[in-house]
C-alpha cells in the first residue's frame, strides 16, 4: 500500500514566510547602524573595481596598495564635491541681509494683495503662518533625525565606509569563495554568473547616475544662466546631486533656485520659469537620457521602484531612499536565478511591449493556454460542415 505523501498546509507555509520576513527587516532595523555604511561601501567598491584592478594589472600595483590608493581616489572625488557645495554655500550667505529684505518685500506684497483680494488681515495671516511654521519645523526636525541619526552614528560611519571599501576590494576573492561554499548544491558556474550579473547591474546603475547627473547638472545650469539666475552652476550642480533620491530629486532641486529667483528678480515668472525648466529637464531625464545610458540593465519597473523606494525610507531613512534601487535591482537578479522565486524577480522586472499593447490580454489568455488561438478558432469554424440546403429537395 503505497503511503500518501503529505504537504505543508499553505497557510502555515505563508504565516512562516511572513514571519521570516518581518525577522529581516527587524534585523536589518536593529542593524543599520553598520549595515548602512557596509551597503554603501559594496555599492562604492564595485565601482571602484575596475580602478584597483588597472592598478594591478596595468601599473604591477600589489593588492594592498592598490586598494588604498582606490579609497584615497574616492575620498577626494567625494571631498571636492562636498568642499563645492559648503563654499559656495557660504559664498551665497555672505548675501543672506540683501537677499533676507527682498524675500520680506515679496512677502509683505503677498500680504497686500491676500488682503485686498479676500479681505484676510495680516494680523491673522501672520497666526497662521507662525502655526504653520511650527508644525513645519517640527516636522523637519523629525525627519532630520530619523534620516542623519545622532552626529556620532553619522561619523562613525564616514569612518567606516572607507575601511568596509579596503577590505571589500583586498579580499574581494576571498569573499567570492565563501559564495561558492555557501551554495555547494548550485553549479558553481551559476554561482559565478549570479555574482557577475550583480557585480555588472550595480556599476551599471551607480556609473550610469554618475553620468546622468553630470548632463543634468549641465542643462540645468544652461537654463539657469539663459534667465539670468545668479550662482547658476551651484544651484544645478545641487539639483543633480539630488537625484540620488530616485524622482523626487529634481523637483525638490528646484525649490531652492525658484525661491533665490523669487528673492533677487524683480518678476515672479523667473521662478515660474525655473520651476518649468527643471521639470522639462526630468521630463528629459526620465525618458531620453536614462534609457539611453543605463538601458535595460537596471530594468525595475516604476511601481516596484516607488515601492521599493517607501521601504527603504521606513527602514533606513535617508539612505534607505538611496540605497533602494540598487538593492533592488540586485535581489531581482538573485530572485531570477532560484527557480522558486523568478515570479517575484518577474514582478519586479519591466513588462514586455506585448504586455501593453491593446489586445494584450488575449495574447496572454492563448500563451497560457486559457482560450484557443484565434488560428485555431477560424480553422475549426471552417473545417465545420455546412447543413444541406433543403430547397431542393422539399418536393422529393
Known amino acids: 500500500m503505497e503511503e500518501k505523501k503529505t504537504s505543508q498546509p499553505y497557510a502555515l507555509g505563508l504565516s512562516s514566510s511572513l514571519f521570516a520576513l518581518v525577522l529581516i527587516i527587524a534585523l536589518m532595523y536593529v542593524t543599520q547602524s553598520v549595515l548602512v555604511p557596509l551597503l554603501f561601501s559594496i555599492i ?9 584592478n588597472f592598478l594591478e594589472r596595468k601599473l604591477h600595483f600589489v593588492r594592498s596598495l592598490a586598494a588604498i590608493v582606490s579609497v584615497i581616489i574616492a575620498i577626494l572625488i567625494i571631498g571636492g564635491l562636498i568642499w563645492f557645495i559648503v563654499h559656495e554655500s557660504i559664498i551665497i550667505g555672505k548675501d543672506a541681509t540683501d537677499i533676507t529684505k ?5 512677502v509683505e506684497s503677498f500680504q497686500s494683495w491676500v488682503e485686498g483680494r479676500f479681505g484676510v488681515q495680516r494680523s491673522e495671516m501672520a497666526a497662521q503662518f507662525q502655526e504653520q511654521s511650527n508644525k513645519m519645523l517640527n516636522n523637519v526636525g523629525g525627519y532630520l533625525s530619523t534620516a542623519f541619526g545622532s552626529i556620532g552614528s553619522t ?24 559564495f561558492f561554499k555557501a551554495f555547494p548544491n548550485t ?19 551607480f556609473l550610469g547616475l554618475v553620468t546622468v547627473m553630470g548632463i543634468v547638472a549641465v542643462l540645468n545650469t544652461v537654463g539657469l544662466m539663459i534667465m539670468g539666475i545668479e550662482y547658476a552652476w551651484f544651484f544645478g550642480s545641487l539639483a543633480s546631486f539630488l537625484m540620488l533620491l530616485p524622482y523626487i530629486g529634481i523637483a525638490i532641486g528646484s525649490i ?58 521606513m527602514i533606513f531613512g535617508l539612505a534607505g531612499l538611496i540605497l533602494a534601487l540598487p538593492m533592488t535591482a540586485a535581489l531581482k537578479v538573485i530572485f531570477d536565478a532560484i527557480p522558486s522565486m523568478q515570479a517575484i524577480g518577474f514582478l519586479i522586472g519591466e513588462p514586455d511591449k506585448g504586455h501593453l499593447k491593446r489586445n494584450s490580454t488575449q495574447e496572454l489568455l492563448t500563451k497560457w493556454g486559457i482560450v484557443r488561438p484565434a488560428r485555431l478558432k477560424k480553422k475549426k469554424v471552417a473545417e465545420t460542415p455546412k447543413p444541406k440546403d433543403d430547397k431542393n429537395t422539399e418536393n422529393l
Do not use: C
Open 102 to 106: 527682498k524675500v520680506m518685500s515679496v
Open 256 to 313: 531652492l533656485p525658484a525661491l533665490f529667483a523669487l528673492a533677487t528678480k524683480d518678476n515672479a515668472w523667473y521662478a515660474i520659469g525655473v520651476i518649468a525648466w527643471f521639470q522639462v529637464v526630468q521630463f528629459l531625464e526620465g525618458n531620453i537620457i536614462t534609457p539611453n545610458i543605463v538601458g535595460g540593465k537596471v530594468s525595475i519597473n516604476p511601481l516596484m521602484a516607488i515601492i521599493a523606494i517607501l521601504i527603504g525610507g
Open 44 to 52: 562604492i567598491s564595485i565601482t571602484l573595481f575596475p580602478i584597483a
Open 155 to 178: 561619523l562613525a560611519g564616514m569612518v567606516l565606509v572607507p575601511i568596509f571599501i579596503f577590505f571589500l576590494l583586498y579580499y574581494r576573492d576571498f569573499f567570492k569563495e565563501f
Open 187 to 205: 553549479e558553481n558556474q551559476k554561482v559565478h554568473g549570479v555574482l557577475n550579473r550583480i557585480y555588472e547591474v550595480i556599476q551599471s546603475y
